[in-house]
């Protein structure tokens, strides 16, 4: 315990030293039920429900809704409960300023997903200080850069969380050959038992299995249900483990008997996936490695209706982005573990996905997950 | 289908008439991952992952993020890919306002949730038009309001999904006192499996199974684990199932041979409960019923860290709330369903909290769900 304090105490320094930069005397970090921010733990250990309040004279206060729970994982200099402030975030803010002697006129920056109603709120009552809300060069952009690049101990754990899912994509594919697995709730069943078992807090996202009647949709509705599944046809499924917070993220497709309209996807896809691996590099744009898979389906006159891959880490999706939009700005840079997913989805032949998540080195990509399109 | 189809417009229709007494041209309603809304479904039919322009000349457009789902689930006049706007809300605005042909310098109302660097996008990009976001008084009040009195249909569909929560309830008590439930994992098991078994979507939101080492945490964490559950001391079960579309939400605690501070912590949890339910009457402030059991628990000495209990539906939280907070202004009415749910926590003793789904009527109410204390 003694070790991870440290970390984030490193954590809170880096952003102390951001906030001498930038002028601003305290921040909030707010992670709810209307809107998680997993920058929380990564600051402060608390897994969800709090507020998080850090001065520029390199102090911290947690604010949690549970303080049994913050006992036991929270770190931070002071904590004190939200229901001291009725739950409230204004009224929290109100009391950290006060605590930390936050002089008048100063620059408080609120999370940039506050909402417009709740800005004008702070700006009312804190009619003291001067309160700022952005999106691009504020705390969340910052959070989100650090973030996005693991540091070793981030790194060590995402090998053991590989390690694990490894583990349970061979139990899958071998309990789907000796035909065990006959429903979408049998291979959710089995994942959700193993990754348990095998030291994980859970799965990071709710697992996505899709038989072939289903498997049209990106991500299936209901998330999964006792149809067929591995039968004649594409079935997908979509899972990660969260394992000490950091969640992995894999898509395996089965292919049993396909047709030959299916096989001609499946294939699609496994050059997709090959040609993307091939882009990951130290200094590339992420956002050109999916214009040029886009382009490699279009010649084949098919659309991928996502992205290709994103950032994994205390959230399943985080920065960077490997999507072909405009606004995509991400480089790639070593420590960044992201997901390659290329996908194919056709009302009449099914869906295509195939999902693995890949460590950003010096000498390229490193996969780190092995799942596969698994041919029965 | 039909019949579902004439339900969404019934809704619509009704935003429809607001909107027009509110001067209100167009409103949009975003379920996204960052920020979930489930009106989205209530007004369309669409599960999740969308957006939602409604014109007040009585006109809908459904803009999914997947459009194979939109395709099977989605009940709207129009329907337009997310894509075809690079997922980017304010360029999906700028289409429906043309294709509605909003006139200028109408109102157009965004959802209250939107953060403020994006509100200033909007007016930005929609400079043409008066663009509103409110808290009070705005479309998510008015939703809110709506979804908070379930209607015929949706009471048929409570009143399916509590036998299945009950049914589960009784297969739990009876695997418990057969001592085949030895783990969080086993308890959790038994509900996932049950409830597709019986027709449901899946759970309405993460089972959290805490044996005796974890139930002093009002939302334990990890959620379960493989640790003992239903050994010595307390230990709390908070489950419910998603059935279509509609979640219950209840918690059981074990009591296992119990010690004296145990079972006088149980004892008040039982009176509370008691007390609570027989306070929840057609035209009670919600918040009155909270304050009492608030008081109750204070003759002893001992405070409720959460809230008494919350309106659930298409979200596992929803409007009206039971919590002694002042700003809580929610009139009990017919057609309401809620939770209550007292709970204790004590970081030596553990937790013990029971959950029930009421339904309030013009008699009072009506208890949905079976949850209770089981003493082994």
New interface residues.
């Given amino acids: 315990m003694a070790h991870k304090q440290k970390i984030y105490q490193r954590r809170r320094e880096n952003i102390y030293d951001w906030m001498a930069q930038e002028g601003l005397s305290m921040v909030m970090i707010e992670d709810a039920?209307?809107?998680r921010d997993s920058s929380l733990r990564w600051l402060s250990g608390m897994?969800?429900?709090a507020l998080l309040f850090l001065s520029v004279e390199r102090k911290s206060l947690l604010v949690p809704?549970?303080?049994?729970?913050a006992?036991?994982?929270g770190d931070a200099d002071s904590i004190c409960?939200y229901?001291e402030f009725?739950?409230l975030p204004v009224k929290a803010c109100v009391y950290a300023a006060e605590m930390f002697k936050i002089p008048r006129g100063s620059r408080v920056e609120i999370p940039?997903?506050?909402?417009?109603?709740?800005?004008l709120r702070f700006i009312e009552t804190l009619d003291n200080f001067d309160i700022i809300?952005?999106?691009s060069e504020g705390i969340g952009v910052v959070l989100e850069q650090l973030r996005a690049v693991k540091d070793e101990g981030e790194i060590c754990i995402y090998r053991k969380a590989a390690e694990i899912t490894n583990q349970i994509i061979d139990l899958l594919e071998k309990q789907l050959r000796a035909g065990k697995i006959k429903t979408e709730?049998n291979a959710?069943?089995l994942i959700?038992?193993e990754c348990?078992?095998l030291g994980c807090?859970?799965t990071g996202f709710?697992s996505l299995a899709a038989g072939p009647g289903r498997s049209?949709?990106?991500?299936?509705?209901?998330?999964?249900?006792?149809s067929p599944f591995g039968t004649q046809g594409l079935s997908i499924l979509d899972f990660g483990v969260?394992y000490q917070g950091y969640t992995t993220d894999v898509t395996l497709t089965v292919a049993a008997e396909p047709t030959r309209a299916q096989e001609r996807m499946v294939t699609l896809i496994e050059k997709a996936y090959k040609l993307a691996l091939g882009m990951v590099h130290e200094g590339t744009l992420a956002t050109d490695i999916a214009f040029m898979v886009d382009a490699f389906f279009a010649k084949s006159g098919m659309v991928m209706?996502?992205g290709l891959g994103h950032g994994i880490g205390l959230d399943a999706?985080e920065g960077p982005y490997l999507r072909s939009?405009?606004?995509n700005r991400w480089l790639l840079r070593p420590g960044m573990v992201v997901t390659v997913e290329p996908g194919l989805?056709d009302?009449r032949l099914g869906g295509c996905r195939l999902e693995n998540d890949v460590l950003v080195t010096d000498q390229g990509a490193e996969e780190l997950t092995a799942s596969r399109i698994i041919r029965l």
């Fill in positions: 039920e209307s809107r897994p969800a429900d809704w549970d303080i049994n729970l006992k036991l994982y409960a229901n009725d739950r940039s997903g506050t909402s417009y109603p709740r800005f809300c952005r999106e709730y959710v069943q959700e038992g348990r078992r807090e859970g709710e049209m949709g990106i991500h299936c509705f209901p998330a999964y249900t006792v969260k209706p996502h999706h939009r405009g606004d989805y009302p």
